[in-house]
């Protein structure tokens, strides 16, 4: 197949990717295209993968770091132009099903973040979590708004909440994620979310009830214990009813979400340049640690029930 196409160009200029990082893409696209056996070994991989459906992510992504030693090219910058490549298959299915080419440009907006996230961290255009878009290519993962979106099964013993839903074993809820997106958390924002998510699933819930569950570092109760009161983190916990919450073994395990390249220094030489970064800096110095919440929504259409 030809790499460097017009459609690869196109679509990382939709998204404003960073110029290092169009320019690191672009050039080892278009070594696939010189370097006839590099390309068809690359293809191998891509079409193994997408064809006839989506499947094996993790095996592909294996043959692509294998190439990227064989061939003496960053795993991370390998794995991003796997996904680039898939990209416009994926694209046509989402025509082809019917679902729509403003969805798709809409949900793979995530390969941007993920690049961000890889630069920060890692210091090389790329992504370190490629297999995060297994959803994405199979079309179960959706972004609406600034969440993103997926079809699941509740696995806990059954329990009500407070406003009255109950929660059994097997039952269907939406499972959704936070990206990166730098967009913030306001009201506005998430709302508008929940509503166009629910158009979406609303079919789902015979009772016109959708029930939206996350699982987030976000979600720590802890939060409120330390973190800064006008951040939206906390006006976004308030959506939920937090059910379980678990708290690290050590440390912070998403440190690197909040402190980039930097999560690994000892905690008293953290970057303390902003709000959040200050108050995970002093609470990890005084000997806390990390964690996380999981936690539910029932949406009505227009507004949270409680």
């Known amino acids: 197949m030809k790499h460097n196409t017009q459609f690869i160009q196109d679509f990382m200029k939709h ?3 960073p110029e290092e990082a169009i320019k690191e893409f672009t050039r080892l696209l278009q070594r696939l295209d010189d370097e006839e056996k590099f390309g068809n070994e690359f293809d191998i991989f891509v079409n193994g993968y997408m064809y006839p459906e989506a499947d094996g992510l993790r095996e592909a992504l294996e043959g692509v770091d294998a190439l990227g030693i064989k061939y003496e090219e960053n795993e991370c910058t390998m794995e991003f132009v796997f ?6 298959i994926l694209r046509e299915r989402y025509i082809e099903k ?3 080419e403003k969805l798709f440009w809409e949900s793979a907006s995530d390969f941007k973040y993920k690049l961000i996230e890889c630069i920060k961290c890692e210091e090389v255009p790329g992504t370190f979590v490629a297999g995060w878009n297994d959803g994405l290519f199979k079309m179960e993962r959706f972004t609406f708004g600034r969440f993103q979106y997926e079809e699941s099964e509740f696995e806990r013993d059954e329990y009500k909440l407070k406003c009255g839903k109950v929660l059994k074993p097997g039952d269907t809820y939406i499972n959704f994620h936070i990206p ?3 967009v913030p958390l306001s ?8 509503k166009k998510a629910y158009e979406n699933y609303k079919h789902l819930f015979p009772d016109g009830l959708v029930v939206f569950g996350c699982h987030s570092w976000l979600l ?3 939060h409120r214990e330390f973190l800064p009161k006008n951040l939206n983190i906390l006006r976004f916990m308030d959506d939920f009813e937090i059910i379980e919450s678990d708290e690290n073994d050590e440390g912070f395990s998403n ?3 909040v402190f980039d390249k930097y999560s690994d220094l000892p905690y008293d ?38």
Do not use: M
Request: proline share 4%.
């Open 15 to 17: 998204y404003d990717y």
């Open 83 to 88: 996904l680039l490549l898939c990209a416009p």
């Open 98 to 100: 019917g679902i729509g």
């Open 180 to 182: 990166s997106s730098g």
């Open 187 to 194: 009201d506005e924002v998430r709302l508008d979310s929940y």
């Open 220 to 222: 720590y109760p802890k």
């Open 255 to 257: 440190g690197w979400r």
């Open 269 to 306: 030489q953290l970057p303390q340049d902003t709000a959040l970064r200050k108050a995970y800096a002093q609470w990890l110095i005084s000997g806390h640690k990390g964690g996380n919440g999981y936690g539910f929504i029932v949406f009505d259409g227009e507004k949270i029930l409680r």
